[in-house]
């Protein structure tokens, strides 16, 4: 993707002159969509970025936030590798892991926990297959290998995704505030280090690849612009960057991403109000002849840039070859322009800051989008339930979590499965667990962009509060089709306003995020994704679980809902309907009922309704015998509510403030019994593991 005209006279006129052919290239890269956010940050205003807890919020490799109570720092990054995903399944996801471990490690941390949030076209679909086996194949192989825990995510399906799947992954790493490191360059005279891998051609225009709609021959024709993993040399990576922290040996950092070598240096001088001189040539490499531009650009993993005072270069060297890793002394920092040569050749000399900053915002056409209308579906309460129970949206992803290590690194408290998960904090004052979860529902803004993205923030912290924790901060990564049509960019900025709103509503400072745009295929643009990924924290390792115990009663916190947009029931039988307006104080009634000392089980109502809710709380031994009042009570996926099965439901009560509604008991048959509208539907225990065994009977 050529340089624009327009991007191109600014550049001249910038230069005073024509651009070379490798600025041209850096140009295209770090102005382009995916690097320089031009139809997206105009919008990101939205966002309330700050809270006393924000150390670092948006703009760096990853934000960082204090755990209230603790000396700890957490950092918090989420990343897309949608494209490449589409082209190279297994690459493209494991690199997409790679990049959101090597942000953590830019920012002096540690890596101890992943979410991935993936979404595909319709199951049934041989092709959507073959992209989550191999996506879920790439994360597994490169998270195991690095020993960093996959604990939570989502996977979801939706024909607007058969063109051009999306692959978001979040990352939560520790930190100290003596150790902490950004990306700002500090002083002149400091020597630019490259540690890592060799650089090869892989991955070259990466970003500007990232920045325009899939074309039909992506899978053959774009491939060079996937980067290839090597999750063994990341591992040594984390360990030696930890090494080069632990020595306080580095000043400045950044991993190489997106546009490679030039956007990792040229955004670490321009942050820090400086420039720089590197000498292409010296860059350590794997293939021979490589030119400038390849050098400038490659996309290839596994490399971090340090800033380093010249009396440590000698000591950062003798750690890399410790771990066996490349080391390059690139050039300086400097008080000039960004400078690169190569074989005595000046092939880049711009301001930094017109570099990483320059790129003029896109000024786009918006059309508002349309409710749909009210059609609901005439079918019986059984066959309804059977198609919700059934459905690969709600079913078990048990074949998707198992391949994944969740235990390594001895953090974990809540294995995957759960409403959220659970991570033990190093070093605090008594016990505080961090509580993770992540992800999206694109029926809800497919229904209402606005509205559904409200409803993705309040889901995920009613996700936290199902375990009894706070929101701490909040990191998205918005993907939408091409912002050029006013359609796809309504409804994209619609998504960013209903996720704003939603979460200063539950208290959630939003302190970083990725922005992918231009998810566009010959199939059609994707629905409005508005991946979330939510932090939480809480006081104390025990927090009920979302299984019946078998002893209690059941009640519902937050009441009975009967609207029936973006739900799940409406997907399975054509349906449409105007989605609801979402309330979120029911968050902090399923906090409080999750506390208490009469709660047995919590688990939070959501995609599939009440109906999916109760079928995964019924286990071998315990099970659940309820009396619902409509089809839409059953079926409706409002957030901000939860089932809780409680020893005194009158104290229940008393403690939170929201509707509770008695639903019936737990009961000790391990069977589903659900009363609603005149029909009784019963599942055995064994019958619901079968229905939601979608994913393993098709792909094991």
Known sequence: MPLADSD???????LGRNPTRAEAALFENLWSEHCAYRSSRPLLSAFTTDSDDVVVGPGDDAAVVSVPGTDQLVTFGVESHNHPSYVDPYDG?????GGIVRDTLSMGAYPVALADALYFGGFDRDHSRYLLDGVVEGISDYG???????VTGSTQFHDGYEGNPLVNVACVGLVTEDRLVTAAA???GNKLVLVGNATGRDGLGGASFASEDLAEDAETEDRPAVQVGDPYTEKLLVEANEALVDEGLVMAARDLGAAGLGGASSEMVAQGGLGARIDLGAVHQREPNMNALE???AESQERMCYEVRPEDVERVREIAERFDLGCSVIGEVTDGNYVCEFEGETVVDAPAEFLADGAPMNDLEREEPSEPETDLPDVSVEEAFDAVLSSPNTASKRWVYRQYDHEVGNRTLRRPGEDA??????????????????????????ASPYRGAYATAVENATNLAAVGAEPLAAVNCLNGGNPEKSDVYGGF??????????????DAPVVGGNVSLYNDSAAGPVPPTPTLAMLGVRRGYDAPGMAAVGDGDLVLVGGHDETLGGSEYLAQFD??????????DGVAAVRAAATHDVTLAVHDVSDGGLAVTLAEMVGEDAGVAVDVPSVGALFSEAPGRAVVETTDATALRDAVDAPVVDLGGATGDGALSVAVAGEVVDYGFEEIVDARRVLERELD
């Open 295 to 297: 050098i400038l650009l």
């Open 575 to 584: 349906g449409s309907a105007p989605f609801p307006d979402v309330a979120d």
């Open 144 to 150: 195991n290998a690095i020993g960093v825990p996959t």
């Open 421 to 446: 998960a659970a991570l033990t904090l190093p070093d605090a004052d008594g016990e505080v667990a961090l509580a993770f979860s992540a992800g999206a529902n694109p029926n809800w803004t497919d």
């Open 493 to 506: 900025a619609a998504a960013v306003d209903g996720l704003a709103d939603g979460c200063r509503a539950v």
């Open 186 to 188: 500090k002083e002149p």
């Open 8 to 14: 191109r006279r600014l550049v001249e006129a910038e």
């Open 93 to 97: 996801a494991a690199t997409g892991v």
